[in-house]
């Protein structure tokens, strides 16, 4: 009787930790995907970002060279 309920005792606790051991695989695939999706995000910005700015630069550009030409134009 006293085996058994060692027994017991052991299955019990290797049951326990066969559990826990699944939660925490589950749980650690569900950050991994948060962590891409987030990694994706930031990407996503960041190149939104450098659009924007590129955007910016285009017309500052453009409105020198306009700037240029009328005083080239007042002039002549």
């Known amino acids: 009787m006293n085996i058994n309920l060692e ?3 052991i ?4 049951s326990g930790f066969a559990l826990s051991t699944f939660v925490f695989f589950v749980y ?3 950050l991994k995907k948060e962590i ?3 990694k ?3 990407e ?8 924007s700015t590129l955007r910016i ?3 500052e ?3 020198k060279t306009l700037e240029t030409a009328l005083k080239k134009q007042m002039e002549g």
């Open 7 to 9: 027994l017991y005792d």
């Open 11 to 14: 299955c019990y606790f290797f």
């Open 28 to 30: 650690c695939q569900k």
């Open 36 to 38: 891409k999706n987030a």
């Open 40 to 42: 994706r995000q930031y």
């Open 44 to 51: 996503k910005k960041s190149i939104g970002m450098d659009d």
């Open 57 to 59: 630069k285009t017309l």
């Open 61 to 63: 550009n453009k409105i």
